[in-house]
């Protein structure tokens, strides 16, 4: 049994959720041209598993952060940090933002800048 700390306890369902499965995929992805073998499939598994607890602690320091207070310009830049980290994605900023907004009433994002946070190279 994995242990679990009381910083989970901030991340929602649905959060936690679309950053497994899109870490996953990407992972997969990533390894596609390597062989087909328990190896490869191990070595998968720990750089997923690796990178979701590396996301789920990062999110879960700035919600820390966040509720003892905060100003846009901050969560733009903590949000434009977590974009540079690898597999970070549209779908799991998108999820993120919603989820920020939810929390945090005050908290609003112009289109432009919307617009910036979700661009990804293909």
């Known amino acids: 049994m994995k242990p679990t700390s009381i910083k989970d306890n901030y991340l929602s369902a ?11 995929l ?7 041209r390597r062989s087909k073998n328990l190896l490869t499939l191990e070595l998968i598994k720990e750089c ?10 990062y999110i879960n320091d700035l919600l820390l952060k966040y509720d003892k207070g905060f100003e846009k310009k901050d ?6 940090d977590l974009k540079k980290n ?13 989820y920020l907004k939810e ?15 979700l661009l990804f190279e293909e």
């Open 103 to 117: 929390r945090y009433n005050n908290f609003d994002i112009s289109s432009s800048e919307l617009k910036l946070l």
């Open 14 to 24: 649905n959060l936690q959720k679309t950053i497994e499965k899109q870490l996953k």
């Open 48 to 57: 997923y598993n690796d990178q979701i607890n590396f996301f789920q602690n």
């Open 86 to 98: 690898e597999g970070c994605n549209k779908k799991i900023l998108q999820t993120l933002i919603i």
């Open 75 to 80: 969560i733009l830049n903590d949000l434009f």
């Open 26 to 32: 990407f992972y997969f992805n990533a390894f596609k």
